[in-house]
């Protein structure tokens, strides 16, 4: 039977989930913000299961996915922007920050969430870290990998409802790739296989 750690993919984010949790220990907050980008099928999401279910402080950490905010697929710059407006300030400020969860299949907002700024907060997803969200984080991840394997990994998660949209997709992360320069500004990067 093969072992989780012939997995080169998990692995890697096995040792990067390491890594956060041992910066996360060595900050001196105890509901740090976290922000983890990347593009479509490196890991995000993943990696943030990971860093929630080995969260090394006290209390729970909030995790929130930009899945959840963009409104729509030509959706991705203003998805971050609504988590930087509605999430990251209020949560930096000490103040209940709350957003409202889109519903793709109704194409529009659905209910609404609140952030509790006395506990942590990890928030994922493609565009989210710009010079603007970076001075609210007090962690911020970039994760990158190959194009084919990232490809791969996002069709075989999302399948056909992806598929048409990945060209515009990879476009609008390419916007954000070239105007917010998210690697620069990573605290950590993670290069996943």
């Not at 030509?74 to 509605?86: N, Q, S, V, W």
């Not at 989210?128 to 394997?149: C, F, K, M, Y």
């Amino acid at each position: 039977m093969p072992s989780r750690s012939s997995d080169p993919f998990a692995e890697r984010l096995d040792a990067a989930t390491a890594e956060i949790v041992e910066r996360v220990r060595e900050l001196s907050t105890s509901n740090p913000a976290l922000l983890i980008d990347g593009r479509s099928g490196a890991g995000k999401t993943s990696l943030a299961a990971r860093v929630a279910a080995a969260w090394p402080l006290a209390g729970r950490l909030q995790v929130v996915a930009l899945d959840s905010l963009y409104p729509g697929w030509d959706g991705l710059a203003a998805g971050a922007e609504r988590a930087r407006e509605m999430i990251l300030i209020p949560h930096g400020r000490g103040l209940l920050g709350t957003w409202r969860r889109w519903d793709w299949d109704a194409d529009a907002e659905a209910e609404s969430h609140a952030v509790d700024p006395a506990l942590a907060l990890l928030v994922e997803g493609c565009g989210v870290l710009t010079p603007a969200s970076a001075r609210l984080a007090d962690l911020t991840v970039w994760v990158d990998g190959p194009a084919e394997s990232r490809r791969r990994r996002a069709l075989d998660r999302d399948g056909d409802a992806f598929r048409s949209h990945w060209k515009m997709w990879a476009a609008q992360e390419q916007t954000h790739i070239r105007r917010d320069d998210p690697r620069s500004l990573a605290d950590l990067v993670v290069d996943v296989p």
